[in-house]
């Protein structure tokens, strides 16, 4: 049955459906979604997770097995199946109407999708899915760049944030449709303002405060594997003043963003395709020379780390917070 995203957590608060089908051509949009579902499962008990990635040579009697297996772990689990073509195939195809047929007891099975043209919409499994009350389709439609300025103020206000409108135009040009980068945008001005209202001189202000030495350009220095050029720029950061926090919060997504990628990349996907939706453009190489350096377990350790470095600069473990982040930087 097709649910509307707007209503999509209403439907989880009342129940668990054996199957979602998430469809949306926005990553943001799409990784949201889909975390609201697996919040929802966590909540419920499932503590098992397991993930497929349906590329050209993927093996669908590995999904038909974990569907028929019991779990050896937990009594709920929850399989997830990435489908990056959006087109599963004859043999995907006819284990997808086969699992919804007879949906396994205690599984939930979350499928994540491009946004399916109208005539893969009318073939047999996507009208099985649709029609079937066993699963929730959810098609998440992106934001027109008309339709941004709206969006970006509705963000704010959850995070307890107003704006002027030109505020918001003037992140929806920056961001060029993006998103990830909208949403990026806005954690930036969180921590750079103690403002409850967006104005131009405050955002410019804002941005302003970190001409000279850029977060994102240490991220793009750091990304590169160029140590010196990173550490000059940290230490040009502290010294006009930045916060911890910030230039903390800008490392630690990077980080997390690659072991996450890393991830995917040791499960078999192509480093091209892991990064196929890094914004901007020009980022994408900085990125997959990263992933080349190093391995998931590499980039988890980076994070257990950055733990240990928030700690430090809340007071709450002895040492130099200064020191970790620069050791953060060199392990790159």
Not at 143 to 165: E, V
Request: hydrophobic residues 40%; contains cysteine; aromatic residues 6%.
């Amino acid at each position: 049955m097709r649910l509307y995203p707007e209503k999509l957590a209403g439907q989880l608060h009342k129940q668990l459906l054996p199957v979602y089908l998430v469809s949306s051509d926005d990553a943001l949009l799409q990784r949201e979604a889909c975390d609201a579902i697996r919040q929802a499962c966590r909540k419920q008990g499932f503590s098992e997770r397991q993930v497929f990635h349906a590329e050209r040579s993927f093996d669908w009697n590995s999904l038909r097995e974990a569907g028929a297996s019991l779990s050896l772990f937990a009594d709920k689990r929850i399989l997830e199946l990435n489908i990056p073509s959006g087109k599963p195939g004859d043999a995907g195809a006819k284990i997808l109407l086969e699992y919804i047929e007879r949906p396994p007891e205690d599984t939930l099975l979350l499928i994540s999708v491009p946004r399916l043209d109208s005539s893969t919409l009318k073939t047999k499994w996507a009208k099985a899915l649709q029609d079937s009350p066993a699963c929730g389709f959810v098609q998440v439609p992106v934001i027109t760049p008309d339709q941004l300025p709206g969006w970006l103020s509705q963000r704010l206000q959850q995070k307890g944030l107003s704006a002027d409108p030109e505020v918001l135009q003037f992140i929806s040009d920056r961001v060029e449709g993006n998103l990830l980068a909208a949403d990026q945008e806005i954690e930036k001005l969180v921590l750079l303002t103690d403002a409850t209202h967006l104005d131009m001189d405050t955002v410019q202000q804002s941005i302003a405060d970190s001409a000279r030495y850029d977060i994102f350009t240490l991220t793009d220095a750091m990304l590169g594997g160029d140590r010196t050029r990173s550490l000059r720029i940290l230490n040009g950061l502290r010294s006009e003043g930045n916060e911890m926090p910030v230039i903390l919060w800008a490392v630690a997504r990077e980080i997390r963003q690659l072991a996450d990628l890393a991830g995917k990349v040791e499960q078999g996907q192509p480093v091209s395709q892991v990064t196929s939706r890094i914004w901007p453009a020009n980022r994408k190489p900085l990125v997959q020379s990263a992933l080349q350096r190093q391995r998931a377990s590499h980039w988890n350790r980076l994070l257990q780390q950055v733990q240990v470095i928030d700690e430090q600069a809340k007071g709450q473990q002895a040492g130099d917070p200064w020191l970790g982040l620069q050791q953060i930087l060199l392990a790159f």
